[in-house]
């Protein structure tokens, strides 16, 4: 019986601090932080399509694209389902910022690792779309 | 006979209600794997079977002979954004396979004989595939470095749903054969579309 007191309270523990960090102070500036990427460039549609290409290539479906508002939602499903959402918006009026959020089956990936790979993707892709632009 | 069935069940319940805070534990905070947004080493390849390149026709002309061929194999149209080059489409179809559903209902029946004594009518058969949710994206992208060519990047997924309406299956659809007759339709799509353009 101590045991299992023991194991519930390690579950409610595991899972509190998960939830506790959305509204912990500090905690979302760095969650912006590790979600976002600025380019040097202005080339809307060369950003938007790259991040597109890098979506396809990581296995994802996309839900919706606009080019207006520029957001791209998709989709990935495998024995997992993971959804994203990138919005480009301009900065400082020379720079994009393109910054993507995610949910691993209900809950939002707040993990540095998956933000940082998805970007070192992109940066792959935008490489190419910033040399075509020069 | 009874009794010792009767023993051996009251062994097993506090051994279940010691692992389920275990299961709980890997059910609610399962991690998200490793390569879940890294290329893999498939990549290239799969890029492969999922591109096509079109010379000599617009982008317009491409995305527009695309939700021909789409609307001929029954897909509707959930998103098409001409800006990007990209379009959205699903479907809702058939996944019965014959074999794998006889191989399916024999494993049923079979678990059927084993747990006869409970019951299971309501069971039998319900575990095999019934519907296929298929979700498909294609892009459209310019070529980088031939101003008169595209490429055209088509990525499928399906869920497929079982009899007693539960999840069975949710993938991304790798299989080459499905990607080259789409690509077989579209080309001739694309054709048709340029000539009567």
């Known amino acids: ?134 | 006979m009874t009794l010792r069935i009767t023993h051996h069940d009251s062994d097993r319940v506090p051994r279940f209600v010691l692992l389920a805070p275990v299961i709980l534990l890997i059910g609610a905070c399962a991690t998200i794997p490793d390569d879940a947004f890294r290329l893999s080493e498939s990549a290239l390849e799969t890029r492969q079977l999922q591109t096509r390149e079109y010379e000599g026709v617009t982008e317009i002309e491409i995305l527009s002979a695309s939700s021909a061929v789409l609307q001929d194999l029954g897909y509707a149209l959930d998103e098409v954004e001409k800006e990007l080059g990209v379009l959205s489409a699903s479907k809702r179809a058939d996944a019965k396979n014959a074999a794998e559903t006889a191989g399916k209902i024999a494993m049923d029946v079979a678990d059927c004989l084993l747990t006869i004594f409970l019951g299971c009518e309501s069971d039998s058969f319900q575990s095999s595939k019934d519907v296929q949710d298929i979700k498909l994206t294609l892009v459209v992208l310019p070529d980088l470095d031939n101003s008169n060519a595209h490429t055209v990047r088509v990525t499928i997924q399906r869920v497929i749903w079982a009899r007693n309406g539960e999840l069975y299956d949710q993938e991304t659809v790798n299989d080459a054969d499905v990607y080259q007759a789409f690509f077989d339709k579209l080309s001739k799509s694309v054709f048709l579309e340029k000539e009567s353009g």
């Open chain 1, 1 to 134: 019986m101590r045991i299992l007191i023991v194991m519930t309270l390690l579950v409610l523990a595991g899972c509190a601090t998960q939830t506790a960090a959305i509204t912990a102070g500090g905690s979302q500036v760095e969650l912006r932080q590790m979600q976002t990427r600025e380019y040097d460039t202005l080339d809307k549609r060369g950003t938007l399509r790259s991040v597109v290409a890098t979506l396809q290539d990581l296995g994802f479906v996309i839900d919706k694209a606009d080019y207006e508002l520029a957001t791209i939602s998709a989709t990935k499903l495998q024995n997992y389902e993971i959804r994203m959402t990138v919005i480009v918006r301009q900065r400082d009026g020379d720079r994009l910022s393109v910054r993507a959020n995610a949910r691993f089956n209900e809950k939002p990936i707040e993990d540095p690792k998956s933000y940082q790979d998805f970007f070192s993707a992109l940066d792959k892709a935008m490489f190419l779309t910033l040399h075509k632009v020069d």
